[in-house]
């Protein structure tokens, strides 16, 4: 990428946040106001090009008609250049916070949270259809996490759904639907698989994707075909409900996946918790219980060898503690009390 000067137009750049296929994104603030902003820098080949210069305008465009809670909300666009280059500069609100491909790298992400991100997400999604637009770029890299609540970024790849034409060169290969790859036009069906991925890589808690999938034999089809998810399989801590909603919502065919984001976040939404379980290590979870006009429930779960032990508030809860004949065993039935515990 060509060098770009910390001082840009009114602008001055502080610190790089992210790069990708159609530009960087830096930490700024404007130079006249102070106020502080997250600045997309999309390069142009030919500023005499007014058919380059609408296409890169299209992505802020859309993001700006999509102004939602969850969705990171568009300023303005201006045109800057410098020593003969140019670019289009998005001026967009900052998030004081990481990216969920972040988050993943660094904690572990309860099921309890993948029921708020996701809710949250899938509002933002349901906006954005309703307004006519597919984001066709769901991702953990994409989605922001704030104190305030999760926002939609990247309109990089965003159409409308009249569309038929995909960025299928560029799009995230292991998030596409399997009729992208037969030629089909995107649809809503083609976002609602995206964040089925998503929510699936968060409830396992998969940092390296990547690298996860490259272990997989026969790649190319298990991706063409949509098999991921089955040819990957869940953690044994993750509740069936939420795995029921995964398989659906990547289901290869696209009448058996959910129909609307609305539908899929009240999936989400029925779904009632209980312990809200955070693995430590693999011997040992950390639960918190919420009780309403009650004192809260803090537990501990330990597996040490062949025993598994539950502490509830520092109190062992003596028929939830067992001897098993082998350590693997142990460590099934802790898994499996986690998965029984976390969902009413």
């Excluded at 001026?91 to 990216?99: C, N």
């Amino acid at each position: 990428m060509i060098p770009i000067p910390s001082d840009l137009g009114e602008y001055h750049l502080d610190r790089l946040i992210d790069h990708g296929n159609f530009g960087a994104v830096y930490e700024a603030h404007d130079i006249h106001l102070g106020r502080k902003l997250a600045l997309k820098v999309v390069p142009i080949d030919d500023p005499r090009n007014a058919g380059e210069i609408f296409e890169k305008i299209q992505e802020a465009s859309l993001q700006y008609r999509s102004r939602h809670p969850y969705v990171i909300q568009v300023n303005s666009v201006v045109l800057l250049s410098w020593d003969g280059h140019a670019c289009v500069g998005i001026d967009m609100e900052y998030v004081d916070g990481g990216s969920l491909q972040h988050e993943l790298a660094s904690r572990f992400i309860s099921c309890h949270d993948c029921l708020r991100y996701f809710a949250q997400i899938l509002s933002g999604l349901e906006h954005l259809h309703t307004k006519g637009i597919l984001h066709r770029d769901i991702k953990p890299s994409n989605v922001m996490v704030a104190k305030s609540g999760i926002r939609l970024g990247d309109f990089g790849l965003a159409g409308i759904v009249s569309e038929t034409w995909a960025p299928y060169a560029v799009v995230y290969k292991t998030h596409r639907a399997p009729e992208w790859f037969s030629g089909a036009p995107c649809s809503v069906q083609s976002d609602i698989y995206a964040t089925g991925m998503t929510l699936f890589r968060c409830l396992n808690n998969i940092s390296d994707w990547h690298s996860k999938c490259e272990t997989i034999e026969d790649r190319e089809q298990v991706i063409r075909s949509g098999r991921l998810v089955t040819t990957i399989g869940f953690e044994p801590f993750v509740p069936d409900k939420l795995r029921r909603i995964v398989n659906k919502a990547t289901n290869p065919r696209l009448e058996h996946r959910y129909q609307s984001a609305s539908e899929m976040q009240c999936a989400l939404n029925s779904l009632r918790p209980l312990i809200d379980w955070r693995r430590l290590s693999t011997y040992r979870w950390t639960g918190s219980q919420n009780v309403p006009k009650g004192d809260d429930k803090n537990y501990l779960l330990t597996v040490s060898g062949r025993r598994v032990e539950v502490w509830c508030n520092r109190r062992r809860i003596q028929d939830k503690c067992h001897e098993y004949q082998q350590p693997e065993n142990a460590l099934a039935a802790a898994h499996e009390y986690i998965a029984d515990t976390t969902l009413m």
